[in-house]
């Protein structure tokens, strides 16, 4: 069922579907992207006594593009307002893919006790990448000017495609949000994070390598790491069922 609801003065779509109630589990998808991503992946979770939410964040999907800049810190606002005001009396799991997954991990370890258990998908934001995509953003800024024509916008996306730097053309109008979500480290987050953890990652990850899920996953103090075989960054679509086995199993542990 679509539904909306205004969170933080934002108005964000969201889907509900209720499974008998109960445990809720949130899904926060990444950049570019939006709630149906989720689907092949829900539909293949088991059916029980869960209610599985898919949000469009702010700016993305059918969801309210801000007025203002956002930074992690405030989508992780906006996701904590919707938990509680959405589903304040379940044990609710979150599970972040990429961009998701930084809020999710900053949810975390910002409100230990709001979470019964975390899942994170192919996350981003370690320092050893920002030097890296650094250069990125300052090589998109700088290709920017010769590419203001129509006829000349073609060869800019291969170009931005090229260098790395396809998130941040493909959303001009949150190129600042997303200056300030890459460029903080969310490493440091990791000791804080006390919820049980499952690491998913696509073992041919190219957008975010497997060094660092295998990092994330040691440095999470309850963490554990499932790798997709002949998966990418988009391993819960390409392997729905291995996904949905995988998180199932996990949210059944007690």
Request: charged residues 25%.
């Amino acid at each position: 069922m679509e539904k909306r609801i205004v969170i933080h003065g934002i108005l964000i779509s969201y889907r509900e579907e209720k499974r008998g109630g109960g445990d809720a589990i949130v899904f926060l998808h990444g950049w570019r992207s939006n709630a149906a991503v989720w689907r092949p992946l829900i539909d293949c979770l088991e059916t029980g006594i869960r209610t599985f939410y898919s949000l469009d964040l702010p700016g993305f999907g059918m969801s309210e593009m801000p007025k203002e800049d956002l930074a992690l810190s405030d989508y992780a606002d906006i996701v904590t307002g919707f938990v509680e005001t959405v589903c304040p009396e379940s044990n609710v799991v979150l599970v972040g893919h990429s961009f998701g997954a930084r809020i999710a991990v900053k949810i975390a370890a910002r409100h230990p006790k709001q979470l019964s258990k975390l899942v994170v998908i192919g996350s981003g934001g370690a320092l050893m990448h920002q030097t890296e995509r650094t250069a990125k953003k300052i090589i998109a800024k700088l290709v920017k000017p010769f590419f203001r024509a129509r006829f000349m916008q073609p060869i800019r996306k291969r170009i931005y495609a090229h260098i790395g730097a396809e998130d941040y053309v493909e959303a001009p109008e949150l190129k600042e949000t997303f200056i300030k979500i890459v460029g903080e480290d969310i490493a440091p987050l990791f000791p804080r994070v006390t919820a049980e953890t499952l690491v998913i990652w696509g073992e041919k990850d190219d957008m975010a390598p497997l060094a660092y899920g295998k990092r994330m996953a040691a440095e999470i103090p309850n963490a554990r790491l499932a790798v997709v075989k002949d998966a990418g960054h988009y391993c819960f679509v390409e392997k729905p069922e291995e996904c949905a086995r995988l998180i199932d199993a996990f949210v059944k542990e007690k």
